[in-house]
């Protein structure tokens, strides 16, 4: 019997019951009412309410923590459909992202099909595209600026929530394109107008709304520096995921689907152990159970409050057929590893030696 054979029966050991799922989906649901609770009220007291500095800054640090826990613990689950059973809520939880500036529809191509169909399939995952700026796979041209990738990239992961905002996704629709890949989406007219409507909401709440009680330098300062943590945060938590060197990366064309799907995401996925850190419930919680990163990569229609569950039972699973789970072992080991495959890939790739035939050598 091989391994493809066995890995069915890995992902049956480890699903949950009906009523695990029934529970796990009303704990989701507090979470997410918390949430949006921790959002308005720091929101409120950041922007509108006339509070001490002290204050206004706790809040400010309240309103980043809930503007990254929306994009891992409510529209993550939406968007994947693990958020109900109805496809119908979903699709409206799912429009948080486009709230929070980037557009849900084309998130749903990239992260969905693109990402979990393809993972770490270089020219086609686009998670692990970052065009000419950075080399991420060995299969990807190198560049003389890679030397340093592992230096300016971090800089560079803070942009992404606003180079969404603004420029992504419009990229997106007029080239037609994710990375190498063509947009194959239903282009109604009736996403591209949510798409900008998004876009507006966000605009009016993180921007217009502010500066009618605060002066524009604030306010400009603020969106900047937040949207760069938010971004930080987030790129980081998916990249120690896959863009590590404990990851496998395979070529276009590779075997990643049918019998094969659950081997290639064992494979080219990494989960994270909070084991050293204090508020390890804290780091879940604002993760959205990312640190289990395996189980939902198999069963990514799934909340993610059954992660902890299931990835015991698939850490049984695996240890009976002899099948090894990739797991940094604390949060430092997962930045550790992301940096040291950022050097790596940034490397000059070794140029082929022609050696002359061995008789013209030496030979006087
Ligand atoms: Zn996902």
Redesign the pocket.
Known sequence: MTITDVIPNLTRAMMPSENEIRRARRRLHAKALTIVALFFASYWGLVIADNRTLVRFGCAITLIVAVVAVATGIM?DAN?GAFSSSRRVNKIVGYTLDVLGGSSWLWRFK?NTL??GNTNVVGVDSDIDQGPVARLAPQQQWRPWHRYQHVYLWFIYGLLAIRWFLMADFVNLLTNRIGAQPLAVNRRRRDVVFLICGKLVHLTWAVIVPLMFNPWWGVLAFYLVSSWIVGFLLATIFQMAHCVDAAEFVDEGTACKGKQFQMHQINTTVDINFRFIPLRWLMRWLVGGLDHQVV?HLV?KLPHTLYPKMRKRLEAACLTHGITLRTHVSMLDALRSHGRWLKLMGQQPSVIVTVPPIDVIGRP
Do not use: A, L, R, S
């Open positions: 993550h994947h992260h990402h979990h939902h990514p």
